[in-house]
C-alpha cells in the first residue's frame, strides 16, 4: 500500500494520518496522508459506502477528524471556531450530489447565495456565470423544475460564484447522462485551467478514463478505509 | 463586539430574510403568545401599582392617624370630650384633634344601616379624631393619662386591624411582580418553543447556509430579526388592549379595594415599557434557541 504525498509546501489541503469514525464506531477511514496541491485536479475514487463523501466533508470541515490531523489552507481544522469554518468554506466551493438547492428560492438566488451571506453585491457577474454553465434562461426558474443536469451546472456555478481556490465535487454525474457528464467534466476541466483545485468524488471510472486526455489528474482511490494512488491501473 | 452582534442581529438584512423562508405558524403563535402575555402584564403592573400605591396610604394613615372613642352615660359624653380634648391639646406630637359630629358618625354608619340611622337612639360612643405630627405622639403615655383623666375614653391608634390590611397589600405588590417575572418566563418559553419549531421546519436551509460560508449571525439574525419583530408587535398590541380594559374598569373614586385597580398620573406611562421588554424576551429567547441549534452543525 502506497500512501500519497503531494511534495508541495503550499498544499491547500492536507490531511495528516487521519481517520474518522461515525460516533465512535468502527473507523471509515485510517490513516490518510494527502496533500492536495494548489491547481491540481484530483479524482476520488472507490466503491459505494468507501468513505468518499466523508472524505470531502473532512476536506470542507463539515466533519472533524476524530484522529490525525485535516489542515485547510494552512489552518488546522481542530482548532477552528465557528467563523473560521465559514470563511474556509468561501475558498472551497463544493458541488453536492444532491445539489442542496434551496427550493423557495429561484435558480438565480441559489446560485447568487454565496454572494448573499457575505453581504457582497449580485452584480453581473451572475448572469455570465449562468451563461457559462449554459442556464441563462432557466434562471428564474425553481430547483424542482430542472432537470438533473440542469441541476448539476447549476451547483456548479454556485460552488465557484466567490472564486474559490478549491472544487470538492461529491458524484456531480452520478444522476445525469453520459453528455450531460460530458459537459459537468468539460466545466470543471475549464475551471482547474483557470487555476483552481479541483477534487471530484466519483466511481464512475468511464468519466475519469474521459477527463484523462484533457487534464493531468492524479486518482484517488479508497480502499480497506486507506487511500491508494489508483491511477496506473485506470 | 456586542455592538456588531447586536447590529447583525437587529439590523434589516433583505439577503437574510429572503433565504429563510417564512415560517408559517410560529408567525401566528408569537404574535398571539406575545399579545396575551402583555395583556396579563398590564393587569399584573396594575396590581402591583394599585397595591403598593394602597399600602403606602394606609401606612401613612397608619403611622399619622388614631381614634379616641369615648364611651358614657349619655349626660357625661360632652364632658368627657371637652376633658379628652384638653388633654389632647396638652399631648406633645398632636397636630390637631376634633369630635367628629353625628352627620360625619352617620355618614360612617351609612354604609352598614342605611341613611338614614337615628343615632341618637342608638348606644354610640363618640369619636375623636387626632391627627399627629410628623414626630408622632407617645400612644403608650397618653393611653394611661386617658385612663386616669377620662376612664371612657380608649385610644385605637388602628394598628390592630390596619396594620394585617397593609401586609395584605405588600404581599399582593409582591404577588404583581412575582407574576410579571413569571409572565416574562412563560412568554420567552412560548417564544423558544415557537423559534426552535421554526428553525426545526428551515433545519435544510440552515444546513446549506453554513455550507455556503454563511456565519451564525447571520443564519440567527433572520430568526431574531422576525421573532423579535412579532414580539414587540404582539406585546404593543397585548399592552393596548390591557390598557383599555384597565381604564373600562369602574371608577375607583366610588368603589374599594379592587376597584382602585389601575394607574394614575405617570403611572400610566409605564406599561409602555411592556412591548420592548417584550421584544427584548423574544430577542433573548430566539438568539439563544438560534444559536444552540447552529451549535450542533459544524
Redesign the interface.
Known amino acids: 500500500m502506497r500512501r500519497i504525498r503531494v511534495k508541495d509546501e503550499q498544499a491547500v489541503i492536507e490531511l495528516r494520518d487521519t481517520s474518522y469514525s461515525y460516533r465512535g464506531g468502527e473507523p471509515l477511514l485510517q490513516g490518510m496522508t494527502l496533500q492536495v496541491a494548489p491547481g491540481s485536479f484530483h479524482f476520488l475514487t472507490g466503491p459505494s459506502g468507501a468513505g468518499k463523501s466523508t472524505l470531502l466533508k473532512l476536506m470542507y470541515a463539515e466533519l472533524q477528524a476524530t484522529g490525525g490531523a485535516v489542515t485547510l489552507f494552512g489552518q488546522d481544522s481542530r482548532v477552528m471556531d465557528r467563523n473560521a469554518v465559514a470563511d474556509v468554506r468561501t475558498r472551497i466551493g463544493v458541488v453536492h450530489q444532491d445539489c442542496q438547492f434551496l427550493d423557495h428560492l429561484s435558480i438565480a438566488d441559489n446560485v447568487a447565495l454565496p454572494l448573499m451571506v457575505q453581504g457582497k453585491p449580485v452584480g453581473s457577474d451572475l448572469h455570465d456565470l449562468l451563461a457559462w454553465v449554459g442556464l441563462s434562461d432557466r434562471m428564474h426558474a425553481f430547483p424542482p423544475e430542472l432537470s438533473g443536469g440542469e441541476r448539476q451546472r447549476a451547483a456548479l456555478a454556485r460552488a465557484v460564484i466567490l472564486s474559490p481556490d478549491v472544487i470538492l465535487a461529491d458524484e456531480p454525474t452520478g444522476n445525469i447522462d453520459w453528455d450531460m457528464s460530458q459537459r459537468v467534466l468539460q466545466l470543471l476541466v475549464e475551471l482547474n485551467k483557470m487555476g483552481k483545485t479541483v477534487m471530484v468524488a466519483t466511481h464512475d471510472i468511464a468519466l475519469i478514463r474521459a477527463a484523462k486526455p484533457q487534464v493531468s489528474t492524479r486518482i484517488l482511490r479508497i480502499s480497506n478505509k486507506r487511500l491508494q494512488s489508483a491511477g496506473a491501473e485506470l | 463586539m456586542i455592538a456588531d452582534t447586536l447590529r447583525l442581529m437587529i439590523a434589516p ?1 433583505k ?2 430574510d ?2 429563510v ?1 417564512p415560517t408559517g405558524f410560529t408567525a401566528r403563535l408569537t404574535v398571539f403568545a406575545a399579545g396575551a402575555m402583555a395583556f396579563l402584564a398590564v393587569f399584573a403592573l396594575a396590581l402591583s401599582v394599585s397595591t403598593g400605591r394602597l399600602a403606602d396610604r394606609w401606612e401613612a394613615e397608619l403611622n399619622s392617624s388614631v381614634t379616641i372613642r369615648i364611651s358614657a352615660p349619655a349626660d357625661q359624653v360632652e364632658a368627657q370630650t371637652l376633658a379628652v380634648l384638653k388633654v389632647l391639646d396638652q399631648t406633645a406630637g398632636v397636630a390637631s384633634a376634633r369630635a367628629l359630629e353625628p352627620d360625619e358618625q352617620r355618614a360612617l354608619l351609612a354604609p352598614w344601616f342605611g341613611p338614614d340611622v337615628p343615632l341618637e337612639e342608638l348606644p354610640l360612643p363618640r369619636l375623636v379624631d387626632v391627627v399627629q405630627g410628623p414626630q408622632g405622639l407617645d400612644a403608650a403615655g397618653l393611653r394611661l393619662r386617658l385612663a386616669a383623666e377620662v376612664p371612657g375614653a380608649v385610644l385605637d391608634d388602628h394598628s390592630r386591624w390596619r396594620a394585617p390590611l397593609v401586609d395584605a397589600a405588600r404581599a399582593l405588590r409582591m404577588l404583581g411582580w412575582i407574576a410579571l417575572g413569571l409572565i416574562g418566563i412563560t412568554t420567552a418559553a412560548m417564544i423558544t418553543l415557537a423559534a426552535n419549531a421554526a428553525l426545526a421546519a428551515n433545519a ?2 440552515i ?10 449571525t ?1 443564519i440567527a439574525g433572520a430568526f431574531v430579526r422576525r421573532f423579535t419583530l412579532r414580539g414587540l408587535i404582539g406585546a404593543a398590541a397585548g399592552t393596548t388592549a390591557g390598557i383599555v380594559a384597565i381604564i373600562l374598569l369602574p371608577n375607583g373614586a366610588e368603589g374599594g379595594f379592587l376597584t382602585g385597580l389601575g394607574f394614575e398620573g405617570l403611572g400610566w406611562l409605564s406599561p409602555v415599557l411592556i412591548p420592548p421588554l417584550g421584544a427584548i424576551v423574544a430577542f433573548a429567547a430566539t438568539r439563544a434557541a438560534a444559536l444552540r441549534t ?1 451549535s450542533g452543525l ?1
Open positions: 438584512n439577503a437574510s429572503t433565504v423562508p435544510q436551509v444546513r446549506v447556509l453554513r455550507l455556503v460560508g454563511a456565519r451564525d447571520f447552529l459544524r
